[in-house]
């Protein structure tokens, strides 16, 4: 009598901030018979959480996320469950994000404008303990590894304070709410924020929110 072995199921939960996208890659993982969905989260710490619960063999990892970003529930996670595998998803790929995040414990990185295809593929490389990034940043590699150094953050020019002021900004308050939340006036605030833009080398607030958001600003 032959007996038919069923290939493991992956386990894999999601996360990104927009239910679309969640939804688009259940679907899609959906229809591989070796893998299933089994959860979703929408913020880093809810990333966090839902892994310590769920406790999943693979994690696909938005970085722009509220709350924590991607890079840095990506630390969190692999620190707590080194087995747990980790594929980074991301709209841009600037080297600093690159090489932070498979250092945080990443074991893939793939774009959002990848074909549905690759990113199967970068599963089930990363499920067999394997590496994968996206071909198109292949050259940040050599024989598997970090061909470069992790540059610095342009964030690390800035004090604690005026990172906790980005964020603050970022999120949407007003120089008086940061003020408030600061204990600070309002003309320090302000201050502050001219400070900040001439340090980063942007001309206002709407382009310092940009920066902040393409360079992943760490949580303080």
Known sequence: MNIELK??????????????VRDGLAVLIEREHAMRVVGFASTGEEAVSVAQRLRPDLIIM????PSLNGIDATQRIISEFPRIRIIALSACHTL??????LRAGAL???LKTAAPAELLRAIQEVTAGRQYVSPVIAALFLDGELSMPIPRSPFERLSS????????????????????QLSLSRKTVDTYRARIMVKLGVPNRSALIRFALEYELPTV
């Open 7 to 20: 290939e493991p199921l992956a386990r894999i939960l999601i996360v990104d901030d927009h239910s679309i």
């Open 161 to 180: 304070r005026e990172r906790k002021v980005v964020q603050l900004i970022v999120a949407g308050s007003t120089s008086s709410d940061i003020a408030l």
């Open 108 to 110: 893939g990185f793939v």
């Open 96 to 101: 600093a994000q690159v090489c932070r995040v």
């Open 62 to 65: 938005d970085l722009m996320l």
